[in-house]
Structure formats: structure tokens, C-alpha cells
């Protein structure tokens, strides 16, 4: 490596694979979501998204995690890491808002 080549961030690396495993599982739900309305067995959808969206948020917080991490170390590309911080930082305002509809819904005897 010479002088002129920044050292790589792997943290970095490893925020934007989990920021891009965020969307893929989200667009896996959505193929799931009709696989499960196609049985007719309309109450373990409801289970199916407390689960999903579970894995889900375990992942983006986890791109979130590395991606801040790998944003303030000093002297590393932060391309990367803007990128999985930015698609997990969604995906978990997603699940949060998802959630909190759900939950006002429930309250208001919907």
C-alpha cells in the first residue's frame, strides 16, 4: 500500500451489507406477507410481522451500530458506513413507526 491509499473500514463494509440485508428482508416480507394471505390463515399474519419485524430491527440496529462506529474513526473512508447507517437508521424508523400505528389503533378499540 502506498502513502497516497487510504486503509480500508471494514466496520464500514460490514454496515452497508447489513443496510442492504435490511431491504432484502423487508422485500422478503412483502413476498411472505402474500404467501401467507394466499392461505386464507389471516391470524398468523399477525404473528409473521411481530417476527419478521423483530429479525429485521435486530439487523438495522445492528447496521446502525457499526455504521456510527465506523463513521467517527478517524482517517477512513466513510462512504460505506454513511450508506449502512442511512439504510438501517430507515429500516428501523420504519419498524418504530409500524409499531406505534399499530399500537394507537389497538388503543383506540380498532
Given amino acids: 500500500m502506498s502513502n497516497l491509499e487510504t486503509p480500508p473500514n471494514p466496520l464500514g463494509r460490514v ?4 443496510g442492504i440485508a435490511t431491504v432484502a428482508a423487508e422485500v422478503l416480507r412483502q413476498v411472505g406477507q402474500t404467501l401467507v394471505l394466499g392461505t386464507g ?7 409473521y410481522y411481530l417476527v419478521t419485524g423483530i429479525v429485521i430491527l435486530a439487523i438495522a440496529v445492528a447496521a ?5 462506529v465506523a463513521l467517527v474513526r478517524p482517517g477512513l473512508p466513510r462512504v460505506f458506513a454513511a450508506v449502512g447507517l ?13 409499531w406505534l400505528v399499530n399500537l394507537i389503533l389497538f388503543a383506540l378499540g380498532n
Fill in 41 to 47: 390463515n389471516f391470524d398468523s399474519l399477525e404473528l
Fill in 86 to 98: 442511512a439504510l438501517g437508521g430507515a429500516s428501523v424508523v420504519s419498524a418504530i413507526a409500524g
Fill in 64 to 68: 446502525v451500530v457499526t455504521g456510527f
Fill in 15 to 18: 454496515s452497508f451489507w447489513l
